[in-house]
């Protein structure tokens, strides 16, 4: 399997902006999480599906963070609009089922300037 | 609420050991361990479950003490692979199945 993956690797756009990521999880995964990752913050859990169902999202900053999983095998995140504050490495994860070996992607690395 | 890592950073040369500790204020299920090299994504080492069980990923091992809530990981006889930055990840009790939390993160250097 190719594991997890993420588009785009790279993305760097203006303040007010909007921000499509992409997260292709590992096929027959029924769990897929967000999470960024900043120096001050570290690795924080945005929001995350089972079965393409949001379970949590009670760590997206704010209404400018949405995030959907139409069918098992897409899932995106969208910021909108942007901020500079938003910069920062965001992942993708999946795992075969809750609490166990969670699979990340290489994530995207977004520059809001 | 996250989980609090200790130490924040630790040096040490080729062949020393280390100790991470990961405590929570919550009841946990589990804990994971991750291990990130810089401008990398997080790579699985090891979870464990309730029960207060050992497990070990060569000479890389792990504890949970559940009534303590806390959890250590073991660097034995270290190696120049083993730098990068470990995280704990914890699966409380009380939320949703599946979630975890990530600690801050302890950056492990391994000198020659």
């Known amino acids: 399997d190719a594991g997890v993956i993420q588009s785009p690797r790279h993305e760097v756009t203006e303040m007010g902006q909007e921000v499509t990521l992409r997260c292709k999880p590992i096929s027959g995964h029924d769990y897929l999480f967000w999470y960024r990752q900043t120096m001050m913050r570290g690795l924080e859990l945005l929001i995350y599906?089972?079965?393409?169902?949001?379970?949590?999202d009670s760590g997206m900053p704010e209404d400018r963070f949405s995030a959907k999983m139409p069918n098992a095998s897409f899932s995106t995140l969208k910021i909108q609009p942007s901020e500079p504050r938003d910069s920062a490495v965001y992942f993708c994860a999946s795992s075969l089922d809750g609490g166990y070996i969670q699979y990340f992607g290489a994530g995207t690395r977004l520059s809001v300037l | 609420q996250q989980p609090v890592q200790s130490p924040q950073a630790v040096i040490l040369r080729e062949g020393e050991d280390a100790v991470i500790n990961c405590s929570s204020s919550k009841a946990l299920y589990s804990v994971h361990w991750y291990r990130q090299k810089h401008g990398e994504a997080p790579v699985f080492l090891m979870i464990l479950l309730k029960g207060g069980e050992q497990k070990g990923h060569d000479k890389i091992s792990a504890s949970f003490n559940e009534k303590k809530q806390q959890s250590s990981l073991y660097l034995t006889a270290s190696q120049l692979s083993y730098s990068g930055t470990y995280f704990c990840g914890t699966e409380s009790l009380t939320d949703s199945w599946g979630k975890l939390q990530f600690g801050a993160g302890t950056q492990v250097v391994v000198t020659p």
């Open positions: 599906f089972n079965n393409n169902v949001p379970i949590d």
